[in-house]
Each structure stands twice: as C-alpha cells, then as structure tokens.
C-alpha cells in the first residue's frame, strides 16, 4: 500500500480526507493521545505509526477526536476497527459489517445474550464508521442516511431472525426454510418515518410496526399466533434497545401502530387493515406513505401495502379530507416571519425552516394529489421534490434551492448527533459548542456556519410559505360576510357556519358591535375600516381552531379591554405572523388570552421583532429590570412595577414556549431567574422601606433559599414560590436602631410579614407571586423568619427525612452574597451529613404512599400526582442526593439534572436516560398546560388548538398516541421508582 495514500486517507475512504479543524488545539492532542495510547495498548502497529505522524489522515482524526467525544471514545474503546481500514477501505468495511450483522443470527449455538452482544459490536463499528465517512467527505449526506438506514435494516432482520430461529427449535414454529427464516413467517416488520424511507439520521429512533399474518405457513397454532408474536416482539424490542455494557443497537418505537394505547405490540393484519379502512386518520395516511417492510416476511409485508393502497392513495378528496390536511399543517405549524430567527436553540427538525417544513409540503401534496399520480407515491423527500417539479407543482429552481437545503439541514443534524451519540435536533447555545458544530461541518468558525444557517432557514420558510400559496387551493373561498343593519344577512350566516362558527347568529351580533363603535379600540372611524379590511382572515383563521366561537369571543373581550386600536389593527394586517399568533393564543391558550384581555399592555412585547431571537436568560432579564425601575423612589411604585414587569415578562417567555422559540427546561429557567430579580428587588424595598421606621441591626444581613420548584429553576407560568427567610447579625445586637426599635427575632419576623405582604398583597397591578413559606424550620409552627445558626440546628438535629429532601432543592436566590453564600454552604454541609440508606429509603416510600393515599392522581394527565408521575422522579433524585448516588461534581439542584447525574451504582444507565426522559416529557406537558390552560388538562374540555399545541411539542400524531406514550412513561417510572426505592424495605 502507497505511503501517500495512507497519509492522505486515500487507502481509508478511497479519497483524500477533507480538511477539518480542532476548535481547542491542546484539547485535541490530548483526545489524540488517548487514542495513540489505546492503539498501542491493543498492538495496533500501523495505527500507532500514523497517529504518531504529521500526515494529513493523522490532523483529519486529531480533530474528529476533539470534535466528537463519541468518536473519539469509539475509537478508545476499539482502536482495531480503525486498524482493519489499513486493509480494507472504508466502504468494503461496511459492507463487511453489514453481512457479519446479518449472519449473526445463524452463528451455532446463538443465544439472545450472544446476538445481544454482536449486534451491539458490529452496529457500533458501523455507526462510528459512516460517521468518519462523512466527516471525511467520503460521503455526502444522502448516502450517509442510505447506509445508516440499512444497518438498521440488517440489524433488527438479525434479531428477527434470530428469534424465528428461537421459536422454531422451541416448537412454536414450524419455519418453512430455516436458511431463511423470515420468509413464510407472517411475522411483518414494517419500517416506518425516516428508517422507511431510507433517510435515517445519525442517533434516530426506529419506528416499527409490527404485524401478524395468522395465515402464514409457520403458524402451527393460530389463535396462539398473536399472543407468541407479542412476546417475540417484546424481545426483539430488548434486543435492539436495552442498554448493557457493550451499549445499545437502536431505540426502538412502536407508537405509529393503529391505537397504541389499546392495541398490542404485534396485530393481525386483518384487524389492522380493519382499523385503516373504518378508523383510520389522515395523519396515520401520511405515516403509511413512509412504510416499508424491511424485516420478517418481506412478502407478506408487501401485501399487506398493497391492499392498504386504495385508503393511502385516494382518487379523489373530499372537503372533510383536505380540513383535515389542514389540521396536520396545523400541528406542524411555522412560525413564519416574527423577527431574525436565533441560531442558538434552534431546533433544526422542527423549529422555524426546518427539515420538517420540507418533508411536511411533500407529504401533503402527495396527500393530496398521489391517488391520481402514481409517480407522487415515494417514500424519499427529495425524489418528490423531482417529482413535483416534474409535473409542475413547484418550479425547477424550488426544487433545486429546497433539495440543498434540505441535505444541508440533515448535514447539521448529523453533525449535532455525532458529537455525543444523542438524539437531538437542538443546536447548543453556547459560543463553544456552536463552534464545535460549525467545525465539525467543515466551517472555518461559527460566524460562517450561522449566516450558512440563518439564510437556509429564511429560504426554506420563505419557500414553505409559498409553496402552500401557490399549490392548488383547498378551499372555496370565504363567501357573503355582511354585517351591515340589524338583521343577519344570510349568505354571511351560511359564511360562518361554513367556517366552523356553531352559533353564527350571535357571532354576527357581537362583529356587527365592533363596527357600532361600541368599544374605545373602535370609536374612530379609522380603527373601523381598518378592523373591516381585518374581519375576513380573521374569521378563516378563528374557524381553523375547531373551537371558532369561543376563540372569537374571547377576541372580543381582548377588544373591551384596548385604549386603541387602530395601531394594532394595522399591525395584525400587515403582519400575519402576529396575526396568526393572536389566533393561537384565543384559540389555544385561554390563560394567556385572559391575561391579555385583562392587561392588554402586555401584547406590546410582542412588537418587538427580536422577541423570539433573544433568550430570556438572567442577563437578558436583570438588564430590563433595572431599566424598567429606573426612576421610581417611592416604595409602592417599586412594588407596582415590579407587578408590571413580571407579568410582561411571564407572558413573553409564555410567548417564546408557546411559538417553540424557547424550549420547556429554558422556560422554567427563565420563569426562575424572572421570579429571584424580582422577589430579590422586592426585599431590598422592604428593607429600605422597613429601615426608615425601625433603623437597622447592627452587621444585619438578610438571605433568602428558594425551595422546591424554585430552587430547582422549575417554575412554570402559574407556580407559587416557596421560600425560606434566613438572617443573620452581630451577636451583641439587641435591637435595631431606628425610632421605633425592635429586638432581632421580631424585626426580621416583622420584615418579613413585610416581604410577604409586598410580594403576595393584590394591588391595582394584582399579585407579583403567591409566596409559601411552609418549608421552614417547624413549618407553619415556627418563626417565619429563621436566624441561619437556628436553622442549621435544626436541620443536623431534628429535622425529618422529608424536610431534608427538600432541601436538596434548595438555593440562595435573594439577598445578602455572604449570607448566601454562608446558606448554600450550611445547605451543602448539612446534605452530606452521613445517613442509613436503608430509613432514606423506607422514610421516601411510606411518605410516597402517603401521599398517594391523601391526594390520589385526578386522572393520567395530573402529572404531579400520578403513579409513576412528576413526585416520582423528584423523590428518586432528592434520595440519591441523600444517599450519594450521583456522580461525583458540582451538585445540581435541578431534578433532571440530578437524575442525568445519578451514578451507575444507583442505577443501571439505561434507567438513568429513561428517567431523565420522562421528566423531560413531564416538564413540557406540564410548561405548556400551566402555560395556557387555567386548570388542568382535560382532553374534553380543552381547546383543539391546545391539543395540537401538545402534539407539536411531542412530535407525536394525536392524542391517543400521547395518551399511551405517557401511560407507558408512567408505568416504567413507577417500575423503576419501586425497584430503586424498595430496597430500604427489610
């Protein structure tokens, strides 16, 4: 083998590497290193040679290493793979795993641990493998997905096979071909989304359906066939995605099944071809354009496509079809035009011009017009943008612009995927971190990679938005809308109900008050005629909520309440985006609609068009605190406009959540760090305001420890605050040294009263928080205010287990710097006190079971209080805190945090990552329920926009489907919860 073709990575990837750069040079020769030091470990000779070079193959790996952890630790781990490319290149290396993969099943003696294990080695080879490819060039990012889709292919047809193999020695088969299980099986394997249509990304999820053809000439016993294949199922779902210490093959799902809450893991074709042809949903039809049957009997698999071809493909649509087609471009709505789009937190599947606003538009005009024309039946994205050009749906320059974009945008997702092996969409938002994503994607620094970004996402939304103008109309225009005189005009009745008004009568009574003048907003005659030019889309877009009365009156209500309104109704005409988020907030979010209605001052954030680019971090907020209170002296206007501002700002960061700018983990820090600026300006005006009075104690400081889900940066729109008032003075003070003096233990009991009445007390502003001090030393029997040596007493002496996992949470948000820094040390001290694991334990459980017993879960979506739910989690993670089961470092207060900490002698990681996504999930259905509903979360009550709000933000189908996803998350938290807490039990 030639010098130069090695040094230049040719002998590897058939062509010379591209030229990537480190971000931290000295970080990547000490990746380098550890890598060097693993080869020669292993007596990897020509490895070692090169890696001890300066050839261009060696600089390439350099900073494949600092860039990707993941790689890097692949390589650690099997410097050997790396080696084999000294004989074979890159793509016959695949091709090698592929077939090893594949052979696996029929290898003697195969036991499920064995496949487990080999599986787990060849895929992981694999992935780090098309991963190099990539980042070398080797392959452009079409090919990328090919081959990452077909080593999911020939992994799950090894496990499949496999276990036909299995149930076949066992007697529970009898497999026509035992040199090819899978044919005349009946047991179909359908792929689904990206893995069916060839266009898996790097760390994806595989979505499967899994079904039974009774009939098949294995099935010995068929009415047997369904419950055995369920089980097979169960297995092939272990085999793939349990986590052990060779790693995982790929996380599996199997919700697109037809109703997953109700139906089991593998269903008789018959059922579900029954299931698509009386119940099926359009979005369940898009899902099926995706299918393929890439594992088990492939015949049969086909089949049962075919037959289901006539409910995929319709010849013709009728109105209720394409409404429904609406309500899919609903649930995976952009958010077009709102200001610059941030680069930061940006997710890139879902977020504005995202991959997802591609797929989305070929989806449906295959929907749409695929029965008609066999060519629009593909399953691949970018061959139906050449189709659709082809037939002249979308012009050759579209195409062209939408097809770079789109490998761009999965280009960016693969790299983002490739730094830790994680199934994110979302791009960091910090500087370093951009950068590395940046490099790794071939960028000379994260300046270029963000102009890159920012002008395809402003294409794709651009083009998103044009295409639906320009594809052929779905609707037969708005009709009569007349609301002149006294009595309704028919064809404006007819308008409406057409348009999903119930009671279009009175709709007409209420619009036909806009234009008598009867509000301030419309009493001149320009704010008349422009709100008139407004009526028509906004009545298209309340009819498009499912709910059109109840979104319009409360728009009505918003318009009682306005001073003005000829700015804001020029603004919603010239700016749909705007109009379009007024839309969802009256159609989807009445708690934020009566928000408005009652203080429409706070819709003027929303002006702003760098709302939805700037993060509301700490910074961010303090910054226009100290704006907002400029100027103001005397105590109750601090205290009013400390109201002001928080309530603008709940609603901006409510917006930001709600418009998918902002992710739900960001809004509870955002809401937290809004919640210690301003209960923290509140006390330094009490404590101003209280000195004037009773002066003050001599060394006096004052601190304040946030408890519970405000420690944790947790809070949610609607959240009280639980509070811990700590103090401190000079141990000769014996009173305070205004007029009217006070003995310490009552000044700052008195101040605090203070605090509670300026934070809690209703003004004309209303309330800044409901405040909870509960949590205090003795709770509700103790002093309000507690001096901090007392309140160390307490907790090393008598406090309850209880009081000590709370404060695991707890954190110095307010007050004093060296009073607080003294609290987070006493805090730090007194949870690392030594414990009996065994009473943590058993004191965590009974107290669960308490709880369980006196407030019992309202129903599945009482996410709190639910077995399995929010309490759950909380108490797993306060337990390990207590009883040292996280990894060693910096203690989190925040509970994901904790539970992605939680060490491997506490739990297995598979428990720990399953964990972390369940309050993942919790987190943003709870964010957004708090956020727009005034209670909790009924699917019969709420509004359907609301509903689609939650689908959006799950990436999931329908509500069903989210049903049996949390009942399933539920179920395997409240497993874990028993298996981790159970062992205090004697």
Known sequence: MARSAVDDGSAWFGKPVAALKPVDADAARDALEIVSDAAAEAGCKRLSKLLAGEAPLKRFLEAVFELSPFLRDCARRNPHALEALFDEVADARLETLIHEIERSAFAEGQSESGIMKAL????????????????????????????????????????VDYLLLDAHRAGKLHLPD??????????????????????????????????????????????????????????????????????????????????????????????????????????????????????????AGT???????????????????????????????????????????????????GIREIEFFVQTQQLIAGGRFPELRGRQTVAMLGQLAAHGW????????????????????????????????????????????????????????????????????????????????????????????????????????????????????????????????TQSAEARERLTELTPALLEAFGATRRADEALLRFDAFLAGLPAGIQLFSLLQSNPALLDLLVRIMGAAPRLAAIITRRPHVFDGLLDPAL??????????????????AGAQI????????????????FLIGIRLLTGAIDAARAGRAFSDLADLTVGSALDAVIANFALRHGRIKEGRVAILGMGKLGSRELTAGSDIDLILLYDHAPEADFSDGEKQLAPSEYYARLTQRLIAAVSAPTAEGVLYELDLRLRPSGNKGPVATEIGAFSRYQRNEAWTWEHMALTRARAVAGDEGLRVRAEAEVEEIIALPRGRAKILADAAEMRALLEEEKPARDLWDLKLLPGGLIDLEFIAQVAVLTGGCAAGERPTGTVDVLNTLSDAFCPPQTRGELADAHRLYTMLTQITRLCLEGGFDPDEAPPGFADLLLRQTDLPELKVLEAHVEETAGRVRRHFETLLGQGKE
């Open 120 to 159: 787990r080695a060849h895929k992981t080879e694999a992935h780090a493998l098309i991963a190099l490819c990539r980042l070398a060039d080797e392959a452009d990012a079409e090919k990328t997905t090919r081959r990452l889709s077909t080593l999911a292919d020939s992994c799950v047809r090894a496990a």
């Open 394 to 521: 979308i012009g050759e320059e579209v195409r062209e612009a939408l097809t770079r974009q789109y490998w761009f945008l999965r280009d960016v997702e693969h790299a983002l995927q490739m730094i830790a092996d994680e199934q994110t969409h979302t791009l960091p938002e910090e500087d370093e971190e951009i950068e590395q994503v940046a490099h790794l994607l071939g960028f000379e620094n994260a300046e270029a990679f963000s102009v890159a970004f920012r002008e395809t996402l402003r294409l794709v939304e651009k083009h998103y938005a044009a295409l639906f103008e320009t594809a052929p109309q779905l609707s037969r225009g708005i009709g009569n809308l007349v609301f002149t005189g006294d009595v309704d005009d028919p064809g404006t009745l007819q308008t409406l109900s057409e348009l999903g008004f119930e009671r279009p009568s009175d709709m007409c009574r209420v619009i036909r008050g806009w234009h008598y003048g009867r509000y301030k907003a």
């Open 635 to 650: 105590y109750e206007e601090i205290l009013d406009r400390l109201r002001i501002f928080a309530a603008e700002q709940k």
């Open 303 to 353: 089949a049962f496509l075919k037959e289901l071809q006539p409910y995929v493909w319709r010849k013709y649509l009728d109105y209720a079809a394409i409404a429904d087609v609406h309500s899919i471009k609903r649930q995976i709505h952009a958010h077009k035009g709102h200001g610059e789009i941030a680069v930061k937190g940006h997710n890139v599947k879902l977020g504005r011009g």
């Open 612 to 629: 939805l680019s700037e993060l509301p971090d700490r910074d961010y907020l303090a910054e226009r605190l100290d704006s907002f209170l």
């Open 178 to 299: 035992p040199g090819k299980p899978a044919s005349g099986s009946g047991w179909i394997v359908l792929g689904m989304g990206k893995l069916g249509a060839n266009e898996l990304n790097f760390s994806s999820d595989i979505d499967l359906i899994v079904l039974v053809d009774t009939q098949a000439p294995a099935i010995t016993e068929p009415y047997e066939a369904v419950d055995l294949f369920v089980r097979l199922t169960r297995r092939l779902i272990r085999i793939l995605q349990d986590r052990t210490e060779n790693g995982y093959v790929f996380r599996t799902d199997l919700r697109l099944r037809p109703d997953p809450g109700s139906t089991p893991l593998a269903i008789p074709v018959n059922a579900a071809l029954h299931y698509y042809e009386s119940r099926g949903q359009n979005w369940e039809r898009a899902a099926m354009i995706k299918a393929r049957p890439m594992a088990g009997d492939i015949s």
